[in-house]
T-cell receptor
Framework: TQLLEQSPQFLSIQEGENLTVYCNSSSVFSSLQWYRQEPGEGPVLLVT?????EVKKLKRLTFQFGDARKDSSLHITAAQPGDTGLYLCADGGAQKLVFGQGTRLTINP | EAGVAQSPRYKIIEKRQSVAFWCNPI?????LYWYQQILGQGPKLLIQ????????DSQLPKDRFSAERLKGVDSTLKIQPAKLEDSAVYLCASSHGLNYGYTFGSGTRLTVV
């Protein structure tokens, strides 16, 4: 059974700071997806990465997929209060999503 | 495009009672998923439908949970009888299929007291 471990579990920083959160898998990802979930809502897809070493940017968010396709990082530049939420990584293989436990991010004004 | 609709948004029941959740996926999405998200954890797949057939229900506690997707559109998830540990958010998601993005509903927050 694949295990996805995300770190840190909780992160609280001030507006304007930079941050990085991590996702590590016990086995090679089929495809890696990052989601953001706000309180009272379902997860919303941010990005899908498939190729080892791939880097994708979404405004102030940079997603990096490890060369061995077993780890990923999400870097946020100049964090804003609107970035607050639960960040989940997931493996999209076998026609179903397997999620990590998430990183709960709080950006303080 | 309308999103995935779920109801109710909140439900509080006593243990040993029964409860049902409803999901209406995005029109045309053949694949429908029910996930359970316990506080502080990531979502865990309970059951996956492809049209009206079950693809994966390996993590569904079948002694108390049941789900159906009649006519390959709407779906209901039922718990009978509920236990305290069933307190969680139940998320429904739909997708065109493999390699397509998932769209999640807002979920139903169940509290069992």
């Amino acid at each position: 059974t694949q295990l996805l471990e995300q770190s840190p579990q909780f992160l609280s920083i001030q507006e304007g700071e930079n941050l990085t959160v991590y996702c590590n898998s016990s086995s090679v990802f089929s495809s890696l997806q990052w989601y953001r979930q706000e309180p009272g809502e379902g997860p919303v897809l941010l990005v899908t990465v498939v190729t080892g070493g791939e880097v994708k940017k979404l405004k102030r968010l940079t997603f990096q997929f490890g060369d061995a396709r077993k780890d990923s990082s999400l870097h946020i530049t100049a964090a804003q209060p609107g970035d607050t939420g639960l960040y989940l990584c997931a493996d999209g293989g076998a026609q179903k999503l397997v999620f990590g436990q998430g990183t709960r991010l709080t950006i303080n004004p | 495009e309308a999103g995935v609709a779920q109801s109710p948004r909140y439900k509080i029941i006593e243990k040993r009672q029964s409860v049902a959740f409803w999901c209406n996926p995005i029109s045309g999405h053949a694949t429908l998923y029910w996930y359970q998200q316990i506080l502080g954890q990531g979502p865990k797949l309970l059951i996956q439908f492809q049209n009206n057939g079950v693809v994966d229900d390996s993590q569904l506690p079948k002694d108390r949970f049941s789900a159906e997707r009649l006519k390959g559109v709407d779906s209901t998830l039922k718990i009978q009888p509920a236990k305290l540990e069933d307190s969680a958010v139940y998320l429904c998601a739909s997708s065109h299929g493999l390699n397509y993005g998932y769209t999640f509903g807002s979920g139903t927050r169940l509290t069992v007291v």
